[in-house]
């Protein structure tokens, strides 16, 4: 009987590691409708899990101080708990991108909750902005077997440079040296605004303004220029 259900178990865990991780690494390694590098010059910024009341706010300011565009990867419940920041990201010309509805993981989801995910998130955008986003990044960049289906009228927006900025300590020690690292040459770099997800510190944000901060000042004396993603750059 144990030897059974162990055997169940066994045979339940692999096919879910095909739904999820397997097709997650094939999908990153293979597939060109998963996107990491632009064709364009400048850098694409972007910030995931927000909005957020205060980070959000703070980083709009930065962005405008240093004539910076970027792209905003949002979560709906939280677009509808703050479309007035959704709609003054929208307002002040970034772009901006479902991050699914609430901040689940594909893998967790069956292909009609990854539906609703993004259908949902969709209309809480278009409740802020009156547009419907055309860009999708799945929480963690993790992907299922229905994926691609699933968001085939969305572009699917990986990245090229990752720094773990949701942990306070990364902010500090290496984030600002790796963003000097990065080649202006269509690099999507992944930020966040946000730090409520489990595994990030909630404060990490603040560190990451900061040194986000000593960054543009820099690069603006080196015409660095920063953009949002739009169709026309996507390869
Ligand atoms: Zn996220």
Known sequence: ??????????VLTLLWMIYGMFTT?????TSKRLVKK??????????DDGPNEIYTIQLLDLLKRYDAKATFFVVGEKVDR??????RIHQEGHA?????YQHLSSWKLTPKQLEEQLVQTDKAIFRATGEHPTL???????????????AKNLD???WSHIFGDWKIHNCKRKLLEGLRQVPADGSIVLLHDDGANPGADDEAPAFMLQQLEKYL??????????VKIEGRMLP
């Open 1 to 10: 009987m144990i030897k059974k259900s162990l055997g169940i178990i066994s």
């Open 25 to 29: 690494l094939v999908l990153r390694k």
């Open 38 to 47: 632009l064709n364009t010059d400048g850098i694409a910024l972007t910030f």
């Open 82 to 87: 703050h479309p007035e920041i959704v709609k």
């Open 96 to 100: 901006i991108g479902i991050h699914h």
């Open 136 to 150: 999708y990044r799945p929480p963690w960049g993790f992907c299922n077997l229905f994926t691609l289906q699933k």
């Open 156 to 158: 699917i927006i990986i």
């Open 217 to 226: 000042e820099e690069s603006s004396q080196q015409n660095i220029s920063f």
